[in-house]
């Protein structure tokens, strides 16, 4: 008979000592290196509450306020391009760009400085949004379908500027996690375009492919790249993550409100059920 034997005080007193307090001042550290991240963080949680705005995004009459858009530009407010950043849509939404605030403009703003991530959070939101209208624009002249109907949609989220801060930031870490970080987030963007395509996706991947070309910017020498081979091992562990992030597409389309994306039709697949033998037209086609 093994008798289990709770870990004395002693143990749990050098536990602490040698994992949990350098962990603990490790984040405290690193939450005390990017300020201008958690005064993001704060300043969009705390519009969320004081417009009630987390569980149904908010209310129809601070649209002008908490969206941005071409009509709305066009009518002179200037200012819903920056405080759209502080608001999101849902409450999964919130918790999202929560944690991508923290991880990709946290990451900005310690590898690159507060400078440099305050610039490229509001730069990148006014650069994104304005490919996003240009492309949209162009979509309508060449009559396409499916982008020249975002030309009026209320843009809502800090997805776009968060990405090109991160992907920015991603030319100051290692080479081998630049890589899968540069290959998750370009994965999911595209991801995301393709299965659920809403304008929100399209402006992701706007700002994303924009960290991307700051990133190369910052890591190259006055914009030369420097090349660096991949391994083997890497390429295939590379394109392992890709299938799998691409993996979910169906399974996402099943779960989204009315997808728009190229691939949306795939949602008719997953939702619909299987056919049986019980099923007449199954029977008949059988008999043939």
């Given at each position: 008979m093994v ?6 005080r ?7 000592a ?11 550290g ?6 201008f991240?958690?005064?993001v963080v ?5 519009a ?7 569980l149904?995004g908010p209310p129809?009459r601070?649209?002008?306020?908490a969206?941005?858009?071409g009509?709305?530009l ?28 923290v991880?990709?403009l946290g990451?900005a ?10 610039g490229l959070?509001?730069?990148?939101q006014?650069?994104a ?5 240009l492309?949209t624009q162009?979509a309508?002249?060449v ?12 843009l809502?989220?800090?997805y776009?500027?968060?990405l090109?801060?991160g992907l920015a ?10 890589r899968r970080?540069?290959?998750?987030v370009l994965?999911?963007?595209?991801l995301l375009?393709?299965?659920v ?5 399209i402006i ?6 924009l960290g991307?070309l700051?990133?190369?910017?910052i890591q190259?020498?006055?914009g030369?790249l420097?090349?660096h081979?991949?391994?083997?091992r890497e390429t295939?562990?590379l394109?392992a993550?890709?299938v799998?992030?691409?993996a979910v597409g ?9 997808p728009t994306g190229?691939?949306?039709l795939?949602r008719d ?7 049986t033998?019980?099923q ?7 008999h043939?």
């Amino acid at each position: 008979m093994v008798v289990s034997r709770k870990p004395d005080r002693s143990t749990m007193v050098l536990m602490w000592a040698a994992v949990g307090r350098p962990a603990v001042q490790q984040a405290l550290g690193t939450l005390k290196s990017m300020p201008f991240t958690l005064s993001v963080v704060v300043t969009f949680l705390a519009a969320a509450a004081l417009t009630e705005s987390f569980l149904d995004g908010p209310p129809e009459r601070l649209l002008g306020l908490a969206s941005v858009s071409g009509p709305g530009l066009r009518d002179g407010k200037w200012w819903s391009l920056f405080t759209s950043l502080f608001f999101a849509t849902n409450p999964l939404a919130y918790l999202s760009a929560s944690l991508m605030i923290v991880l990709l403009l946290g990451l900005a703003e310690r590898k690159l400085g507060r400078r440099a991530a305050i610039g490229l959070f509001f730069g990148g939101q006014f650069a994104a949004v304005t490919v996003f209208l240009l492309v949209t624009q162009l979509a309508g002249y060449v009559g396409d379908g499916w982008l020249d109907r975002m030309a009026n949609d209320s843009l809502i989220g800090p997805y776009a500027p968060v990405l090109t801060a991160g992907l920015a930031a991603s030319a100051r870490i290692t080479l081998l996690w630049q890589r899968r970080l540069r290959t998750t987030v370009l994965s999911i963007s595209i991801l995301l375009v393709l299965y659920v395509g809403h304008a929100e996706t399209i402006i992701g991947l706007i700002g994303a492919l924009l960290g991307l070309l700051a990133g190369w910017w910052i890591q190259g020498d006055q914009g030369r790249l420097h090349r660096h081979r991949s391994t083997g091992r890497e390429t295939r562990n590379l394109l392992a993550l890709t299938v799998a992030v691409f993996a979910v597409g169906p399974i996402l389309t099943g779960i989204t409100r009315a997808p728009t994306g190229p691939l949306a039709l795939l949602r008719d697949v997953v939702l619909s059920p299987m056919p049986t033998l019980s099923q007449p037209g199954v029977q008949l086609w059988c008999h043939r």
